[in-house]
């Protein structure tokens, strides 16, 4: 119900109304694949179908253009991100990740307590061990090309692991001492610096519940408003967006469509809107 939940809140109109030339070319279905289930872990097989189909469209859609990925399970993005650094690696450019979520989803099939694959896919696509089941990555994306803000929600054994491998990390408590810009721009700066193009997962529990209620994960304590657009819009004037997720939205918790609305925003200030040409309205 995620996609179509942003296609009602207008996501087409807001990057046309900007310029963009806008193709929707529907919802996405998972590979069939004969894999068994795992007691343990949730819908495997159809994740490992998802993974496949997304990774192959991810790449076609890449050569056409700045793909947005519209879900859904945040599992999604064990497709999109290994497809887009497969098409990053036909340009002969390094994929960078920014993920702004409150969790890390560093968790393996095995380490993950709840059998949530929503947790694992930075796990896979940095190439952790325990991904036997899934395809084999074309191009694995090192921790240190990743970057997290918005943590507040982390295991201690993810927190060292990511630590250890040179991940990005903006907690909560960094973002109140020293802003949001600050890891950021440093992050664009190692992107810009390497000639890398940049991935961009927007989970709607990087923000606050209380402007953003429609996500089965919440996490008090998140972005608020003016931070997520600011976010969004120095993404947009660095250049070096190639790709976007839109996950975890779910509208059967959503109130009068507030969070819909508001994820189709910071994606039209991804995509070039200023802050200062937004109508009034009221929920
Ligand atoms: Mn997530």
Known sequence: MGPDAYRVAGLMQALSDLGHTVADIGDTQPDPVE????PH???????????????RMAQEVAR????IFMGGDHALSM????????????????LFVLWLDAHSDFHTPSSSGSGNLHG?????????????????LVTPVPTD???MIGLRSVDPAERAALEKDQAMLADMRSIDEHGIKTPLL??????RAANGILHVSLDVDFLDPSIAPAVGTTVPGGATEREAHLVMELLHESGLVCSLDLVELNPFLDERGRTAKLMVDLAASLMGRRIFDRPTRSF
């Open 186 to 191: 440093a992050f664009l700066d190692k992107v």
């Open 35 to 38: 894999s068994p289930e795992d």
């Open 120 to 136: 694992t896919p930075v796990a896979y696509f940095t190439g952790q061990s325990g991904f036997d089941a899934f395809p084999p």
């Open 41 to 55: 872990l949730f819908a495997l097989p159809e994740c490992i179908g998802w993974t496949q189909a997304l990774s």
């Open 79 to 94: 497709g999109t991100v290994s497809g887009m650094a497969a098409h990053a690696n036909t340009l002969g450019r390094p």
């Open 64 to 67: 056409q253009g700045l793909p």
């Open 145 to 147: 090309r990743v970057g």
